[in-house]
């Protein structure tokens, strides 16, 4: 019986040393960020990882069962979570770089309803791959921020309203 209470003992420090050991990770993660960069875009990263995780859960093979939550999205719920947690690095290294330099300057031609249509499916589309490359492109640029010390912001020159 004894021994018994020893086992429970150790597992139950273990699940604490893991959770410990997760928030901490987290907290590293968030600690590169400015406190103002880490609260502007909450809407963009909501609806980019949403969408991110509809859409490789739709491309993958489904198996026999066919609900929404199986095992099948077990990989997409998993590349979601990375993508939520490195959304703003992913971000942050995609402003200037060539993808939002051509995706600026294309110019439309069409109806006004067409050339809203297009901008719309455009910034979808951007947020989705942004989404997408997080989990490479932001533990990337976390990595760099880390290693050179740096705290990560947007200097967009205009006035927070969430100040």
Not at 33 to 46: G, S
């Amino acid at each position: 019986m004894n021994e018994e209470n020893k086992k429970v003992d150790v597992t139950e420090e273990n699940e604490k040393n893991y959770i410990g050991k997760a928030k901490g990770i987290y907290a590293a993660i968030q600690e590169h960020l400015t406190p103002e960069y880490r609260k502007q875009y909450k809407v963009r990263k909501f609806f980019s990882c949403l969408l991110l995780f509809l859409v490789i859960n739709s491309i993958l093979p489904v198996t026999s069962v066919n609900g929404f939550i199986s095992m099948n999205s077990v990989v997409p719920l998993i590349w979601t979570i990375i993508a939520w947690l490195f959304w703003h690095y992913s971000f942050w290294s995609y402003q200037g770089g060539i993808i939002d330099k051509f995706s600026r300057n294309i110019i439309y031609f069409g109806s006004i309803w067409s050339l809203i249509w297009k901008i719309f499916v455009q910034n979808i589309v951007i947020l989705i791959w942004i989404a997408f490359i997080a989990p490479f492109s932001g533990i990337k640029t976390w990595r760099k921020a880390v290693k050179n010390n740096k705290t990560l912001f947007v200097d967009n020159d205009q006035d927070d309203p969430w100040k």
